[in-house]
T-cell receptor, first 114, second 116 residues
């Protein structure tokens, strides 16, 4: 079975400060991990993914995420937040040896204050 | 590349009528298409997955006869909400997947359905 948790419903950060959106996962085998962003009344946009290789993954719009196998985490980070980063962020996981359908977290609302 | 469109982007219909939502992969062939429902400030609820030319696989609790899914080609899937009721009002999002190592999904922009 595969599952993913986003422990924070909302994250608040001041513009220019670093941001972190947390994600932890559980899979039986090797994880495929994804981050998506959703702006109001829009579909989800792909940000980045981890399949294998370097634990630090760089994605769109200056975002990056670090895969930590021992902590089963895949936190999304950005060194300097922008007001335009305010959106809903979803983490997703797929078990390499399991279903091809990913499981999505409940989403974290990121609010960047000017 | 990897663009998915949905039509319409929003629709208002009366109770008892049916509404069809189209999902198209514009520049690639989708092995599988997914239909999600999203309530305000909530996560995605997977409704069903469909492969081209075969019947959709519905998630538990989703009424097959109410939410009809047709996957006629590798670039088109439709969701028809039959005999719509106000409680069907929601944001419906489709996504398309390409078989491969990572099975990345490409999402459509969503359709806002309001049933009056």
């Amino acid at each position: 079975a595969q599952s993913v948790a986003q422990p924070e419903d909302q994250v608040n950060v001041a513009e220019g400060n670093p941001l972190t959106v947390k994600c932890t996962y559980s899979v039986s085998g090797n994880p495929y991990l994804f981050w998506y962003v959703q702006y109001p009344n829009r579909g989800l946009q792909f940000l980045l993914k981890y399949i294998t290789g370097d634990n630090l993954v760089k994605g769109s719009y200056g975002f990056e995420a670090e895969f930590n196998k021992s902590q089963t985490s895949f936190h999304l980070k950005k060194p300097s937040a922008l007001v335009s980063d305010s959106a809903l962020y979803f983490c997703a996981v797929r078990d390499e040896g399991g279903s091809y359908i990913p499981t999505f977290g409940r989403g974290t609302s990121l609010i960047v204050h000017p | 590349g990897a663009v998915v469109s949905q039509h319409p982007s929003w629709v208002i219909c009366k109770s008892g009528t049916s509404v069809k939502i189209e999902c198209r992969s514009l520049d690639f062939q989708a092995t599988t298409m997914f239909w999600y429902r999203q309530f305000p400030k909530q996560s995605l609820m997977l409704m069903a997955t469909s492969n081209e030319g075969s019947k959709a696989t519905y998630e538990q609790g989703v009424e097959k006869d109410k939410f009809l899914i047709n996957h006629a080609s590798l670039t088109l899937s439709t969701l028809t909400v039959t005999s719509a009721h106000p409680e069907d009002s929601s944001f419906y999002i489709c996504s398309a997947g390409v078989a491969g190592l990572s099975y990345e999904q490409y999402f459509g922009p969503g359709t806002r359905l309001t049933v009056t």
